[in-house]
């Protein structure tokens, strides 16, 4: 019994402590609100804070975001910092969207424009930045897809940054050597291409479609190499439909390529994020691989071996079709920086994020294989692969957002679903057609 | 009647090597992929995906394992002990107060207050991120270790009071009632009777929820955002960017968050469930 | 005399009450703060046309409700968890107690059984999701070797509709049943030794011990148990969301992985918060009332 009571006098003991080590964490906490609440210096000196939300947890990202804020800091005369928070991409959109419901929005934020960011600005958590931007003299810097594609109801409201993306086709250069393939220019050579690889028993196309927007790539440039993005732009608007011939085209020629083997087995279950798709390309079963441009980092940092066998080539054109071939899919600055503040802490906050335009930043972009979206940037980059991205960007009549960033979101996900059902033949083209667009007219109806 | 008492052996016998063949099994499907985790832990990147996740690693290089330790491991890891521990004792206190009156009283609302209590078990853990969240700002805690607390214990709680509750309403009426003669009152025949029998239910529950908070991910993520405040879970992200991630680097993070919880387990499990009923029985 | 009695017992209970007030406050008060609260809020903004961040939400009654109320997916979700909800039970308990009576029957011997069923439970929601997506893959995956190996042909286990349900299902029971073998062995510690010794001097061999001694007095356990697992079914998120997103043609989708596309990726909060509660509705009311069937005769007391 008395053991017992021992015993039980050390766990309330125990918890007593715990109890009082709370305290404590809560008496630190009590301590600054009370500094406070007295002295003005401490306030505002937490005002002089600009707080950055961004993904830059790792790698390239990292790098350049690094620079750029440790730049403004050391170089600032505003009398602001900059505190850098990076946060884990998976759920950073989570993230934003708790903060700013309670009002606790960063003062400056990555988004990756479109939808997202549409809907950021309609809420009221973003700035128009055009005369910052003259002031500046951004404008003549920054690439003008790049600006076009931070720009909302004709204002500019976001700083572009890290890349220069396009939805292309990476192919293995010494598999294509040795099986005697060319570079194909129209679907029908790419088709051609497909088979003999496929005769070979290699897999034409690396694509891990679980996320779905991979393949969504796919399906985008079908149809704009078969409809320019007219049709996109007008069924967007209302005035068109998602059920337009190109799209419908698209649909037909990704359910004709898988069931030709075009794509690994098991396409929708594959990861892209655990690598699975390259992996194919890495173990050399699959030869092509359609994917966003940012794969100019991703190789070298993975093998810098393997990327000497990589080349690049635009998305063929579709025969028999007068769309415009120069137009690219992708982003064109990749992450956005939007703005919370206003005043003057608006203006050190964006003269932080100008940083990203400068000379230092734009080396240490080229170094991890991007492509720094100013006009600058064919002069700065020296690898054959990246260049010829870049040409291409800068050489397209025009660059249309990914689908699935620059729909309103709800929309986007019926297309990203309906686009995977495509690819797992459980869905006509007609009926992912006629589903995208009910999702696209329910939303113009509110 | 020795031949029938050598075929029930026999049988016995049989029943024992065939249940060792399912254990067996079982236990190789158990900790397979964790065997997968600490093998991949030691390649590196390339290597991972051109020979494929189920292949030996090249050699046996604990480059990764110093790459993590020499980075916040550390940091992490200690607010992770801190949050676990100050948490999961609150925790188990205040559901084994509240499961007391529930599994041994008679009153008024017991019913009502029992049957919310279990309905709190359906919550979404999303649906509380934004109230949590505000909360934590006007409480001053956002951005501290402290802010997890709160939700850590309130999430256990309609589960552990439900655990508890059945285990004390399993005690015998009679252990309760020879006290009582003796002149026991209510709050001494808990924390002598009722507590020390409850303790198969608090050491399940004390692995269960510690479990849960040694990998909670989602409310850490929001309710922290300064590097010194993160918690193990978080620590994967410095290997995982928006297109590229380190899986080797994070099997090896992930690796050394499981050990303490896996030696801690090995070295408490006995004690946990078997030693603790034996103390109290015999009390 | 009869007045001093009853007296006596109103007292009694007056200090019963007061007791239970002061045992319960603790909990009651996080609960109120941290999950009442919360509760409240949901059903308050599931009455607005909200996208979640900006300040001016628009009211719109009842009509969030009515959409779910005819809402395919919404009911497709729910009808995933129940399936969920089910194999969970079937699999998870069964093989649970087979365990715990494994280690139970085995004593000692048996105790590095129980560390290493232990493991899956320890294993973070990012390793296992990473780890079974590899192992599940079409070409070259695990169970798509076995396949090969036995002269059949590749399975896709997730990437088909028919089956990526049952396949989580799977991975789901892999990780949680452990759980259920802790809980169990910790039931049978409520199974006396005396009980078991003194069946063995009546004769009782194991296989009669166990179904008519020990069984019987697992039984609170196993209800609770039950719930358990029914619960945590109906509001599974975690895996489901790190290896399938809910695809493919929403063979997967479940109330929560719905409810958190529409809550934090679709800018629909307030229709987010309508699955919430509904999801809230439908699991209190299948618990309690489970609940109620299985304990039937000691809740008409």
């Given at each position: 019994?008395?053991?017992?009571?021992?015993?039980?006098?050390?766990?309330?003991?125990?918890?007593?402590?715990?109890?009082?080590?709370?305290?404590?964490?809560?008496?630190?906490?009590?301590?600054?609100?009370?500094?406070?609440?007295?002295?003005?210096?401490?306030?505002?000196?937490?005002?002089?804070?600009?707080?950055?939300?961004?993904?830059?947890?790792?790698?390239?990202?990292?790098?350049?975001?690094?620079?750029?804020?440790?730049?403004?800091?050391?170089?600032?005369?505003?009398?602001?910092?900059?505190?850098n928070?990076?946060?884990?991409?998976?759920?950073?959109?989570?993230?934003?969207?708790?903060?700013?419901?309670?009002?606790?929005?960063?003062?400056?934020?990555?988004?990756?424009?479109?939808?997202?960011?549409?809907?950021?600005?309609?809420?009221?958590?973003?700035?128009?930045?055009?005369?910052?931007?003259?002031?500046?003299?951004?404008?003549?810097?920054?690439?003008?897809?790049a600006?076009?594609?931070?720009?909302?109801?004709?204002?500019?409201?976001?700083?572009?940054?890290?890349?220069?993306?396009?939805?292309?086709?990476?192919?293995?250069?010494?598999?294509f050597?040795?099986?005697?393939?060319?570079?194909?220019?129209?679907?029908?050579?790419?088709?051609?291409?497909?088979?003999?690889?496929k005769?070979?028993?290699?897999?034409?196309?690396?694509?891990?479609?679980?996320p779905?927007?991979?393949?969504?790539?796919?399906?985008?440039?079908?149809?704009?190499?078969?409809?320019?993005?007219?049709?996109?732009?007008?069924?967007?608007?209302?005035?068109?439909?998602?059920?337009?011939?190109?799209?419908?085209?698209?649909?037909?020629?990704?359910?004709?390529?898988?069931?030709?083997?075009?794509?690994?087995?098991?396409?929708n279950?594959?990861?892209?994020?655990?690598?699975?798709?390259?992996?194919?390309?890495?173990?050399?079963?699959?030869?092509?691989?359609?994917?966003?441009?940012?794969?100019?980092g991703?190789?070298?940092?993975?093998?810098?071996?393997?990327?000497?066998?990589?080349?690049?080539?635009?998305?063929?054109?579709?025969?028999?079709?007068?769309?415009?071939?120069?137009?690219?899919?992708?982003t064109?600055?990749?992450?956005?920086?939007?703005?919370?503040?206003?005043?003057?802490?608006?203006?050190?906050?964006?003269?932080?994020?100008?940083?990203?335009?400068?000379?230092g930043?734009?080396?240490?972009?080229?170094?991890?294989?991007?492509?720094?979206?100013?006009?600058?940037?064919?002069?700065?980059?020296?690898?054959?692969?990246?260049?010829?991205?870049?040409?291409?960007?800068?050489?397209?009549?025009?660059?249309?957002?990914?689908?699935?960033?620059?729909?309103?979101?709800?929309?986007?996900?019926?297309?990203?679903?309906t686009?995977?059902?495509?690819?797992?033949?459980?869905?006509?083209?007609?009926?992912?057609?006629?589903?995208?667009?009910?999702?696209?007219?329910?939303?113009?109806?509110? | 009647?020795?031949?029938?008492?050598?075929?029930?052996?026999?049988?016995?016998?049989?029943?024992?090597?065939?249940?060792?063949?399912?254990?067996?099994?079982?236990?190789?499907?158990?900790?397979?992929?964790?065997?997968?985790?600490?093998?991949?832990?030691?390649?590196?990147?390339?290597?991972m995906?051109?020979?494929?996740?189920?292949?030996?690693?090249?050699?046996?290089?604990?480059?990764?394992?110093?790459?993590?330790?020499?980075?916040?491991?550390?940091?992490?890891?200690?607010?992770?002990?801190?949050?676990?521990?100050?948490?999961l004792?609150?925790?188990?206190?205040?559901?084994?107060?509240?499961?007391?009156?529930?599994?041994?009283?008679?009153?008024?609302?017991?019913?009502?207050?029992?049957?919310?209590?279990?309905?709190?078990?359906?919550?979404?853990?999303?649906?509380?991120?934004?109230?949590?969240?505000?909360?934590?700002?006007?409480?001053?805690?956002?951005?501290?270790?402290?802010?997890?607390?709160?939700?850590?214990v309130?999430m256990?709680?309609?589960?552990?009071?439900?655990?508890?509750?059945?285990?004390?309403?399993q005690?015998?009426?009679?252990?309760?009632?020879?006290?009582?003669i003796?002149?026991?009152g209510?709050v001494?025949?808990?924390f002598?009777?009722?507590?020390?029998?409850?303790?198969p239910?608090?050491?399940?529950?004390?692995?269960?929820?510690?479990?849960?908070?040694?990998?909670?991910?989602?409310?850490?993520?929001?309710?922290?955002?300064?590097?010194?405040?993160?918690?193990?879970?978080?620590?994967?992200?410095?290997?995982?960017?928006?297109?590229?991630?380190?899986t080797?680097?994070?099997?090896?993070?992930?690796?050394?968050?499981?050990?303490?919880?896996?030696?801690?387990?090995?070295?408490?499990?006995?004690?946990?469930i078997?030693?603790?009923?034996?103390?109290?029985?015999?009390? | 005399?009869?007045?001093?009695?009853?007296?006596?017992?109103?007292?009694?209970?007056?200090?019963t009450?007061?007791?239970?007030?002061?045992?319960?406050?603790?909990?009651?008060?996080?609960?109120?703060?941290?999950?009442?609260?919360?509760?409240?809020?949901?059903?308050?903004?599931?009455?607005?046309?909200?996208?979640?961040?900006?300040?001016?939400?628009?009211?719109?009654?009842?009509?969030?409700?009515?959409?779910?109320?005819?809402?395919?997916?919404?009911?497709?979700?729910?009808?995933?968890?129940?399936?969920?909800?089910?194999?969970?039970?079937?699999?998870?308990?069964?093989?649970?107690?087979?365990?715990?009576?494994?280690?139970?029957?085995?004593?000692k011997?048996?105790?590095?059984f129980?560390i290493?069923?232990?493991?899956?439970?320890?294993?973070?929601?990012?390793?296992?999701?990473?780890?079974?997506?590899?192992?599940?893959?079409?070409?070259?995956?695990?169970?798509?070797?076995?396949?090969?190996?036995?002269?059949?042909?590749?399975?896709?286990?997730?990437?088909?509709?028919?089956?990526?349900?049952?396949?989580?299902?799977?991975?789901?029971?892999?990780?949680?049943?452990?759980?259920?073998?802790?809980y169990?062995?910790?039931?049978?510690?409520?199974?006396?030794?005396?009980?078991?010794?003194?069946?063995?001097?009546?004769?009782?061999?194991?296989?009669?011990?166990?179904?008519?001694?020990?069984?019987?007095?697992?039984?609170?356990?196993?209800?609770?148990?039950a719930i358990?697992?029914?619960?945590?079914?109906?509001?599974y998120?975690?895996?489901?969301?790190?290896?399938?997103?809910?695809?493919?043609?929403?063979?997967?989708?479940?109330?929560?992985?719905?409810?958190?596309?529409?809550?934090?990726?679709?800018?629909?909060?307030g229709?987010?918060?309508?699955v919430?509660?509904?999801?809230?509705?439908?699991?209190?009311?299948?618990?309690?009332?489970?609940?109620?069937?299985?304990?039937?005769?000691?809740?008409?007391?």
């Amino acid at each position: 019994m008395k053991k017992r009571m021992l015993k039980l006098a050390a766990l309330t003991l125990s918890l007593a402590m715990v109890a009082s080590l709370a305290a404590c964490g809560n008496g630190g906490n009590g301590d600054s609100s009370n500094d406070q609440a007295s002295g003005g210096d401490a306030k505002t000196e937490e005002d002089k804070v600009i707080t950055y939300w961004n993904i830059g947890t790792e790698g390239a990202d990292k790098e350049a975001l690094e620079y750029a804020v440790n730049e403004f800091n050391k170089n600032t005369e505003s009398g602001y910092r900059v505190e850098n928070v990076p946060t884990q991409n998976d759920n950073y959109k989570e993230k934003l969207v708790v903060a700013m419901s309670s009002g606790e929005c960063p003062d400056m934020y990555t988004s990756w424009s479109g939808g997202p960011m549409n809907e950021y600005i309609e809420s009221g958590f973003a700035q128009p930045l055009d005369d910052l931007y003259e002031k500046y003299g951004l404008k003549d810097e920054f690439m003008d897809a790049a600006l076009a594609q931070a720009t909302y109801d004709g204002k500019l409201y976001a700083v572009p940054t890290y890349n220069v993306s396009l939805a292309g086709v990476f192919y293995n250069k010494e598999m294509f050597a040795k099986y005697e393939l060319e570079v194909p220019t129209t679907v029908s050579e790419l088709e051609a291409v497909c088979d003999k690889l496929k005769a070979e028993g290699i897999t034409p196309f690396a694509l891990a479609n679980g996320p779905k927007w991979t393949g969504s790539m796919y399906f985008q440039c079908l149809a704009a190499r078969k409809g320019g993005l007219e049709p996109f732009q007008s069924a967007v608007s209302g005035e068109g439909t998602f059920e337009d011939e190109c799209f419908i085209y698209a649909g037909e020629k990704i359910q004709e390529w898988v069931k030709k083997g075009y794509f690994p087995e098991g396409v929708n279950s594959l990861s892209e994020d655990d690598g699975q798709a390259k992996q194919l390309m890495y173990q050399e079963t699959a030869a092509m691989m359609v994917i966003g441009s940012w794969y100019t980092g991703t190789f070298p940092s993975d093998s810098p071996e393997f990327y000497e066998k990589i080349g690049w080539f635009s998305f063929p054109k579709v025969d028999g079709s007068d769309a415009d071939a120069s137009i690219q899919i992708g982003t064109i600055g990749d992450q956005f920086v939007s703005f919370n503040c206003t005043g003057e802490k608006l203006e050190a906050a964006f003269e932080c994020a100008s940083y990203y335009a400068s000379e230092g930043a734009k080396n240490v972009m080229v170094e991890v294989g991007k492509i720094p979206p100013t006009k600058d940037a064919a002069d700065l980059i020296t690898d054959d692969v990246t260049k010829q991205i870049l040409d291409a960007a800068t050489d397209a009549s025009s660059v249309q957002l990914w689908y699935d960033q620059y729909l309103p979101p709800a929309v986007a996900q019926v297309h990203l679903d309906t686009c995977q059902e495509l690819f797992g033949l459980t869905m006509t083209p007609e009926e992912a057609g006629a589903k995208f667009e009910q999702a696209m007219e329910e939303y113009l109806a509110e | 009647m020795e031949n029938g008492y050598k075929m029930t052996k026999i049988k016995s016998r049989i029943a024992w090597v065939i249940a060792t063949f399912f254990a067996v099994a079982a236990a190789i499907v158990a900790i397979t992929p964790f065997i997968f985790m600490v093998m991949n832990s030691f390649k590196e990147k390339f290597e991972m995906l051109t020979k494929g996740v189920f292949a030996l690693p090249d050699k046996l290089d604990f480059t990764n394992y110093i790459e993590v330790i020499q980075g916040n491991f550390f940091g992490y890891f200690l607010n992770s002990v801190l949050v676990l521990a100050v948490s999961l004792i609150i925790l188990l206190m205040i559901s084994a107060f509240a499961s007391y009156p529930l599994s041994r009283f008679q009153f008024g609302m017991k019913g009502l207050i029992y049957s919310a209590i279990v309905a709190c078990m359906s919550i979404p853990v999303h649906i509380t991120l934004i109230p949590i969240f505000k909360m934590s700002q006007s409480m001053r805690l956002y951005d501290s270790i402290w802010a997890l607390i709160g939700p850590y214990v309130a999430m256990g709680i309609p589960i552990s009071v439900f655990i508890l509750t059945s285990f004390m309403e399993q005690i015998p009426k009679e252990i309760e009632e020879a006290a009582a003669i003796d002149g026991c009152g209510k709050v001494r025949m808990f924390f002598s009777i009722i507590l020390p029998m409850a303790k198969p239910g608090l050491s399940t529950l004390a692995i269960y929820n510690g479990v849960n908070m040694w990998n909670e991910f989602i409310f850490a993520y929001t309710l922290t955002q300064s590097q010194g405040n993160r918690t193990l879970p978080l620590a994967v992200w410095e290997f995982k960017g928006q297109y590229s991630m380190n899986t080797p680097m994070i099997m090896s993070v992930l690796t050394l968050t499981v050990l303490p919880m896996i030696i801690l387990f090995v070295f408490a499990q006995d004690k946990l469930i078997k030693g603790m009923t034996a103390g109290a029985v015999k009390g | 005399m009869k007045k001093d009695g009853i007296t006596l017992a109103r007292k009694r209970q007056r200090n019963t009450n007061c007791v239970a007030a002061i045992f319960l406050a603790p909990v009651i008060i996080l609960l109120i703060v941290y999950i009442f609260y919360p509760i409240v809020e949901t059903f308050r903004v599931s009455a607005f046309d909200w996208n979640g961040i900006s300040s001016n939400p628009k009211f719109i009654g009842l009509g969030n409700w009515v959409k779910l109320l005819h809402d395919d997916k919404f009911w497709t979700a729910f009808l995933n968890n129940v399936k969920v909800m089910v194999l969970s039970i079937l699999i998870q308990i069964p093989l649970g107690i087979a365990m715990a009576t494994f280690v139970e029957f085995a004593g000692k011997k048996a105790t590095i059984f129980k560390i290493l069923w232990f493991i899956p439970m320890l294993m973070s929601s990012v390793a296992i999701g990473f780890l079974f997506t590899y192992a599940l893959a079409t070409n070259g995956g695990i169970i798509s070797s076995i396949s090969q190996f036995f002269g059949g042909t590749n399975i896709d286990l997730l990437g088909n509709p028919d089956t990526a349900l049952y396949t989580v299902i799977g991975v789901i029971a892999w990780q949680f049943t452990p759980f259920y073998m802790v809980y169990c062995v910790a039931g049978y510690t409520n199974v006396s030794k005396d009980v078991y010794e003194a069946s063995v001097i009546d004769g009782a061999n194991k296989r009669q011990y166990f179904v008519h001694i020990a069984l019987p007095l697992l039984k609170p356990t196993l209800k609770s148990a039950a719930i358990l697992s029914m619960v945590g079914s109906l509001k599974y998120f975690d895996l489901v969301y790190v290896m399938t997103g809910g695809g493919p043609s929403n063979a997967t989708e479940l109330m929560a992985t719905y409810m958190y596309k529409l809550s934090f990726a679709q800018f629909n909060m307030g229709y987010g918060s309508a699955v919430a509660g509904g999801m809230f509705i439908l699991i209190s009311f299948i618990s309690l009332f489970t609940m109620r069937i299985l304990n039937g005769r000691k809740e008409g007391r």
